[in-house]
């Protein structure tokens, strides 16, 4: 139905920088939030940053200044512009967006991406 794709990971030095991207197709009238989480090992999946459909962006304390969330609103992709990485930064990194299927189903359904491997590591 609604399928989230995200490319861009990989191995990087400290100090170094990657772009995520994240791609929704399918059946979607509209995407309302979108947004970038982690998950380390042995740890909860927890949010990275968050961009509503107008472009507003909130960012979890951790990546401010480092992290910068966009969307492109007519690809239905979000990016995440990842700078100054950190081995603390090293996990698998998922995309979530809120998706309205249809023009007269109010409801929001969440989908996620499969996600895409993060390491930072010299």
């Known amino acids: 139905q609604v399928q989230l794709v995200e490319s861009g990971g990989g191995l990087v030095q400290p100090g170094g920088s990657l772009r995520l991207s994240c791609v929704a197709s399918?059946?979607?009238?509209?995407?309302?939030?979108m947004g970038w989480y982690r998950q380390a090992p042995g740890k909860q999946r927890e949010l990275v940053a968050v961009?509503?459909?107008?472009?507003?962006?909130n960012y979890a304390d951790f990546v401010k200044g480092r992290f910068t969330i966009s969307r492109d609103n007519a690809k239905n992709t979000v990016y995440l512009q990842m700078n100054s990485l950190k081995p603390e930064d090293t996990a698998v990194y998922y995309c979530?967006?809120?998706?309205?299927?249809?023009?007269?189903?109010?409801?929001?359904?969440?989908?996620w991406g499969q996600g895409t491997q993060v390491t930072v590591s010299s």
């Open positions: 399918g059946s979607i009238f509209s995407i309302n939030a």
């Open positions: 961009i509503s459909s107008g472009g507003s962006a």
């Open positions: 979530n967006a809120g998706v309205q299927l249809k023009w007269f189903d109010v409801h929001e359904y969440d989908y």
